[in-house]
């Protein structure tokens, strides 16, 4: 082993990996030297490589206390050797405000551990003068079982739920201003729990750039601490009356109608009369600082602190550096502009306080908003209600980034490495926390970005939680192959998740789709995360063909599809194949045969294979031929995924409806129409639509007939 790779194996990097084929893979020495210089570790001689090696082991060695330790109830608490000397006396304040005072009495040369603590929280722990935080988690997240029994006390465990999943930019409401907003957003979930759904998993709700609309993928925000103030709908808070004035005002209303009509979304156009209209609602709101509302705005302001108030001025910096020399990115903006604490931007925030606190505003709007859905989600008679959506990563030209940068990686995209259906791999353009930030500042901005997304939803979805073992990072610049895995400290990052979903009484899903290391979803499990399998990927272990519902597993929730991949029609007629080879991600065969013909080839098979798996579990007739290329068993295949064991199943909207399109098509950009296609009806005429209705009867029914492996092979979860 090379003294660089050496240095990148203690830093974290995994110098070998296996893809997708099994076929283990070793990083170039390249590779590495860029990412390590990334990582703030130069290597660009044997002396930086012995400087960066010290550094590493520094704070690998546990010389000192970090900022925070994590733990689990009930369990020893393991310090480092040099900390915690035998006879050095020690406090614990706990958060209830109860006190433990102790003496370490281990051996010399031992590991100190401290008596087990049955309280689950963020407690301090005090060694002479140094004070350092214990999160002390319960031993696994809120569960569905949990969400039931707010419902139903006595019962034992869940019964089989479902929800459904909805991309919020898509739905339709009558005067939307023509994109989904958070009054959509509540109806879909009071009427689907009408129907028996208790859950609504949402696209992300992560802030987006108010000065750019035209980024406006939803996996790539600004911010994941704050909200997408398009989908605010300002009469919601303000009432219908201010609204009608405001649009008179802002002079949109004929714009509002055109952009309301068309069937795909124009971010640019609708985000320029959505904030048109904020702010003339905004000049009418600060007139009045004594209203109700205006002190619930002040108190939301307060709450938010720094913060917020670094998001808002971020929004207002770039909309000034835009329209003064074109920068949109933060990095390109005059020196004292890239430091949130710097004097000059301390300047610009008083010079242009009222620009600032609109941003304020329509944060408080959006938050008010995603809030009343989940309220209407739960009054509805929902277990769940909305299920949150928290991406991988963030965009490094966002307010997320500049906020916390030194909490941030520079000059790399988070991706993933080629696989079977992205055979050239990804680079996502996003970024994300540094894991040496993480020790060293106390994992503050991963628990800051925590509590945001539980704070108005039932439930989290971590994109790609594969991350919190290792992420596949690329340097800016090279091909998505030319990376390498990272590690993360999992098992501190899992504590913390279980501790903030105890606190907000919210379930996990974590995605674990593509590349899965041994054990890790066996992992997720013993702390309560819900991993997510679709019904693509569920093959037979044996032989070809798709797993029988009897088979999948238990510990998950189950879907027919993601926002990634083909609906169940699109599937059906290998839309997708076609699409992706447009885009150049299919690769040419060493046979020299035509690729794409192959893969729909394939396609007719696993057509064949799937109605045969419909026909074993008494879901299809067994005396009917799989229906033609252009009749899905769309109906089948809903009820197929309701049959598993599951303990929640998830519906995609298109799925439900029966649509050909999937939301995105990961690695397009102009060929595809990602994150803008709306449903042709709103929401409330889509439950009276008859095929629509009977779909949801359908699932319904098949849910309850459906029974969990839990009912026979496990306990019941206890509250930790």
């Known amino acids: 082993m090379s003294s660089i790779e050496a240095l990148a194996e203690r830093a974290g990097f995994e110098i070998e990996w296996k893809n997708a084929h099994k076929v283990m893979q070793r990083v170039p020495e390249t590779t590495l030297r860029i990412l390590l210089e990334k990582l703030g570790l130069p290597c660009g001689n044997a002396t930086q490589i012995k400087q960066s090696m010290a550094a590493v082991d520094a704070e690998m060695s546990g010389r000192k206390l970090p900022p925070l330790i994590t733990a689990e109830v009930d369990r020893g608490i393991a310090l480092p050797l040099s900390a915690a000397k035998s006879g050095t006396r020690y406090r614990i304040e706990l958060e209830s405000g109860a006190v433990i005072d102790g003496r370490f009495t281990s051996p010399k040369g031992e590991i100190a551990l401290l008596s087990p603590i049955a309280e689950p929280g963020y407690h301090t722990l005090v060694i002479n003068d140094h004070r350092t935080t214990l999160a002390v988690a319960p031993a696994r997240c809120y569960t569905i079982d949990d969400a039931w029994r707010t419902l139903d006390d006595d019962a034992p465990h869940a019964p089989p739920l479902w929800g459904v999943a909805a991309q919020v930019y898509g739905l339709r409401r009558n005067g939307d201003g023509g994109v989904g907003d958070f009054t959509a957003l509540a109806a879909l979930a009071t009427q689907t729990a009408k129907r028996g759904g208790h859950a609504i998993a949402i696209s992300p709700m992560h802030?987006?750039?108010?000065?750019?609309?035209?980024?406006?993928?939803?996996?790539?925000?600004?911010?994941?601490?704050?909200l997408?103030?398009?989908?605010?709908?300002?009469?919601?808070?303000?009432?219908?009356?201010?609204?009608?004035?405001?649009?008179e005002k802002a002079g949109v209303a004929a714009e509002l109608t055109e952009l309301e009509?068309?069937?795909?979304?124009?971010?640019?156009?609708?985000?320029?009369?959505r904030l048109a209209i904020l702010r003339a609602l905004f000049d009418t709101f600060s007139q009045d600082q004594a209203s109700p509302l205006a002190k619930d705005f002040a108190a939301f302001v307060e709450k938010g602190g720094r913060p917020l108030e670094d998001h808002a001025r971020f929004e207002a910096l770039q909309a000034a550096q835009i329209a003064?020399?074109?920068?949109?990115?933060?990095?390109?903006?005059?020196?004292?502009l890239r430091d949130p604490r710097s004097e000059e931007v301390a300047a610009f925030a008083q010079a242009h306080r009222r620009e600032v606190d609109f941003y304020l505003f329509a944060q408080w709007l959006a938050a008010k908003g995603l809030m009343h859905a989940q309220h209407a989600a739960r009054d509805a008679g929902m277990a769940v209600g909305l299920v949150a959506d928290l991406a991988v990563g963030c965009d490094s030209a966002g307010s997320h980034a500049w906020s916390y940068r030194d909490e941030m990686l520079t000059g790399v995209s988070v991706g993933a490495p080629p696989d079977l259906f992205n055979q050239a791999g990804q680079s996502w353009g996003l970024t994300t926390f540094s894991p040496r930030a993480m020790r060293t500042q106390g994992f503050s901005a991963f628990i800051d970005m925590l509590r945001c997304a539980f704070a108005r939803a039932g439930g989290i979805r971590i994109d790609h939680i594969l991350g919190l073992r290792r992420l596949w990072l690329v340097p800016d610049g090279e091909s998505a192959a030319n990376g390498a895995y990272l590690r993360y400290p999992l098992e501190d990052l899992l504590r913390l998740i279980a501790l903030e979903s105890w606190r907000y009484r919210a379930i996990v899903v974590g995605e674990d789709l593509g590349t899965v290391p041994p054990g890790f979803t066996e992992r997720l499990q013993e702390h309560g995360l819900l991993g997510i399998r679709v019904l693509w990927f569920e093959r037979a272990v044996d032989g070809p063909g798709f797993k029988p519902p009897h088979e999948w597993d238990g510990g998950v929730t189950a879907t027919t599809t993601t926002h990634d991949l083909p609906t169940v029609t699109g599937w059906w007629r290998g839309e997708d194949i076609v699409l992706r080879s447009k885009i150049g991600q299919t690769m040419a065969r060493d046979d020299g045969r035509d690729a794409v013909e192959v893969a729909l080839e394939e396609r007719g098979e696993d057509r064949e294979l799937l109605w045969q798996a419909f026909q074993d579990a008494g879901i299809a007739p067994t005396d009917v031929d799989a229906p033609d290329i252009d009749n899905a068993p769309v109906d089948e295949a809903l009820v197929f995924v309701a049959a598993t064991p599951a303990p929640l199943v998830t519906y995609p909207l298109e799925d439900l409806l029966a649509l050909t399109d999937q939301p995105n098509l990961p690695g397009s950009i102009d060929e595809h129409p990602n994150w803008r296609r709306r449903m042709a009806q709103p929401v409330d005429e889509l439950f009276l639509d008859d095929a629509f209705a009977d779909r949801l009867l359908a699932v319904d029914t098949a849910r309850k007939r459906s029974v969990q492996l839990n009912e026979h092979t496990s306990k019941p979860t206890e509250s930790p």
């Open 324 to 336: 003064e020399n074109g920068g949109g990115h933060w990095r390109n903006w005059p020196d004292a």
């Open 207 to 226: 802030a987006m750039f108010s000065a750019e609309p035209d980024k406006f993928s939803p996996y790539s925000p600004s911010s994941r601490l704050f």
């Open 261 to 273: 009509g068309l069937t795909l979304i124009d971010w640019p156009r609708a985000m320029k009369a």
């Open 228 to 247: 997408n103030i398009a989908h605010v709908d300002p009469a919601a808070v303000l009432g219908a009356p201010a609204l009608r004035a405001a649009i």
